[in-house]
């Protein structure tokens, strides 16, 4: 099983930037898609961003589009997620996963593994 370590998270300035790194152990991470997604206090999971296993195709949630890029590293078993502009309601933990297929984990279907989670807070 593929184990994820999420880093990266901090305390930032509203307008500002964070770059979230996922570190994958095991040498099947790049057959994985993978996505990012946040908790807010008293609110639900909520999806962020995900990347197909090669890179080729992302999705993201209105909320990120234009602010925030999902990329991956697949020979350094790593993913990340810059996000720029970041507003107060950004504010949660967010968590990296994996799953089989994309489409799938952009609703949180078929996950394979989460990471433990990086808190991102965002001051106004």
């Known amino acids: 099983q593929v184990q994820l370590v999420a880093s990266g998270g901090g305390l930032v300035q509203a307008g500002g930037s964070l770059r979230l790194s996922c570190a994958a152990s095991?040498?099947?991470?790049?057959?994985?898609?993978m996505g990012w997604f946040r908790q807010a206090p008293g609110k639900d999971h909520e999806f962020v961003a995900a990347?197909?296993?090669?890179?080729?195709?992302?999705y993201y949630a209105d909320s990120a589009k234009g602010r925030f890029s999902v990329s991956r590293e697949n020979v350094k078993n790593t993913a990340y997620l810059q996000m720029n502009n970041l507003k107060p309601e950004d504010t949660a933990v967010y968590y990296c996963?994996?799953?089989?297929?994309?489409?799938?984990?952009?609703?949180?279907?078929?996950?394979?593994?989460w990471g433990q989670g990086t808190q991102v807070t965002v001051s106004s």
């Open positions: 990347i197909s296993w090669s890179g080729g195709d992302t």
């Open positions: 996963a994996i799953g089989p297929a994309l489409g799938a984990l952009r609703v949180g279907a078929r996950i394979g593994s």
């Open positions: 095991g040498r099947t991470f790049g057959s994985y898609a």
